[in-house]
């Protein structure tokens, strides 16, 4: 089993920055593949970037540019740092990590608004 717990959520002005930061626990494997997620009221969850175990990154185009997904792998911690927050980037983000099954976090508000 693997626990995800994803912290730094908050509000936060158009243009500002704010920095998520998913702990995994539990049985995490050599190879697998961790992302940040988003779900906006009303909308299917969408992706937001991945990063495999070997740091190769991926970002949905909405947020190339301003996002930037990191890993460490010796603590088990993947982060998102996000930056020029737009209104519509306003969602609930979930970490994600992919081995032989998949796992999510219970999600944290990320709301941007002035």
């Known amino acids: 089993q693997v626990q995800l717990v994803e912290s730094g959520g908050g509000l936060v002005q158009p243009g500002g920055s704010l920095r998520l930061s998913c702990a995994a626990s539990g049985d995490i494997r050599t190879i697998s593949v961790m992302g940040w997620f988003r779900q906006a009221p009303g909308k299917q969850r969408e992706l937001v970037a991945t990063?495999?175990?070997?740091?190769?990154?991926t970002y949905a185009d909405s947020v190339k540019g301003r996002f930037t997904v990191s890993r460490d792998y010796t603590l088990n911690m993947l982060y998102l740092q996000m930056n020029s927050l737009k209104p519509e980037d306003t969602a609930v983000y979930y970490c994600?990590?992919?081995?032989?099954?998949?796992?999510w976090g219970q999600g944290t508000q990320v709301t941007v608004s002035s």
């Open positions: 990063i495999t175990t070997r740091g190769t990154a």
């Open positions: 994600n990590l992919q081995q032989v099954h998949t796992y």
